[in-house]
């Protein structure tokens, strides 16, 4: 007996799946709590598998700073190389999305793509805080030098991106040192960047071993990609005006459950598409 469970441990451990080499992740989206919650379950995914790069695919017009952060956060301290590569043409990576390309261990853009804009806004209207206005840009400016200069970009130029609102170009981007490249597609950032020496953030080197290797794409669950849609932050403040009219209705009228069911729903979707509240606390509000 003990000989037949032996050999069936062996044979389940031989027929267990191989780790990707490459493991890539399509962001194609604004910076919001879920997308930030997919990046970091893709990178911890990679290191699981003990993959050779990660491939974080960027297209996003930015988002919330709470969530460009946590992402950031796992990039710098990921055990496996985290490629960002803006593509294909067309696309860009603008205000928190330049954060995130420039926080790479290799970043990379595709002809006729874009990033900078990174000028931080609040939402909402009113008459803005000139004093809080320049605490918040030079606190953002202050965090992307120190990603840069670790990086060993262009931390000056890159400010621009902060303070002047400033957009680059693929070409102008290589050309102030603030990417490492350009390539048309992932295959040709492969052959691009396989056997290159990098440093990443903690001093360490590495050398790149990409060409030959399997590229398995991280989905987003299904949980995730309906949320994606639902906590955009465009519309979380529109979630909010209807969350409180449901309630507001719910209060004057009493008894008839739905606005107040639904504005309650509305509300929190918004407060966790603002960052407000954690993801987990929408599970208990469902």
């Given at each position: 007996m003990s000989r037949i469970l032996w050999s069936l441990c062996v044979l389940l451990a031989s027929a267990s799946p191989a780790a990707a080499g490459i493991l890539k992740l399509d962001l194609d989206d604004v910076i919001h709590p879920i997308t930030a919650e997919y990046v970091v379950q893709g990178?911890?995914?990679?290191?699981?598998?003990?993959?050779?790069?990660?491939?974080?695919?960027?297209?996003?017009?930015?988002?919330?700073?709470?969530s460009m952060r946590q992402i950031i956060e796992k990039i710098l301290s990921s055990k496996v190389p985290v490629i960002v590569f803006v593509g294909p043409s067309g696309v860009?990576?603008?205000?928190?999305?330049?954060?995130?390309?420039?926080?790479?261990?290799?970043?990379?853009?595709?002809?006729?793509?874009?990033t900078g804009a990174a000028h931080p806004v609040s939402l909402g209207g009113g008459k803005p805080d000139e004093v809080m206005d320049k605490k918040i840009e030079n606190d953002a400016a202050a965090y992307l030098r120190s990603l840069t200069a670790k990086r060993g970009r262009n931390a000056s130029v890159a400010e621009k991106g902060v303070t002047e609102s400033k957009s680059f170009t693929e070409t102008e981007a290589l050309k102030e040192r603030l990417i490492d490249g350009v390539a048309k597609d992932l295959e040709?950032?492969?052959?691009?960047?396989?056997?290159?020496?990098?440093?990443?953030?903690?001093?360490?080197?590495?050398?790149?071993?990409?060409?030959?290797?399997?590229?398995?794409?991280?989905?987003?669950s299904l949980r995730q990609r309906v949320l994606a849609k639902a906590l955009n932050p465009n519309i979380a403040l529109m979630l909010g005006l209807i969350g409180l009219m449901g309630l507001y209705i719910e209060f004057t009228q009493p008894g008839l459950v739905l606005p107040g069911v639904a504005g309650a729903l509305c509300l929190f979707l918004a407060m966790v598409a603002l960052n407000i509240l954690p993801v987990n606390a929408l599970g208990v509000a469902f």
């Open positions: 990178i911890t995914q990679a290191e699981t598998e003990q993959a050779k790069a990660v491939i974080l695919r960027l297209s996003t017009p930015g988002g919330l700073d709470p860009r990576a603008a205000s928190a999305g330049f954060f995130i390309l420039l926080a790479a261990d290799v970043a990379v853009m595709a002809p006729g793509t874009n040709g950032l492969v052959e691009q960047f396989d056997g290159k020496t990098i440093q990443r953030f903690d001093g360490s080197s590495v050398v790149l071993k990409l060409k030959g290797e399997s590229v398995r794409t991280f989905e987003m």
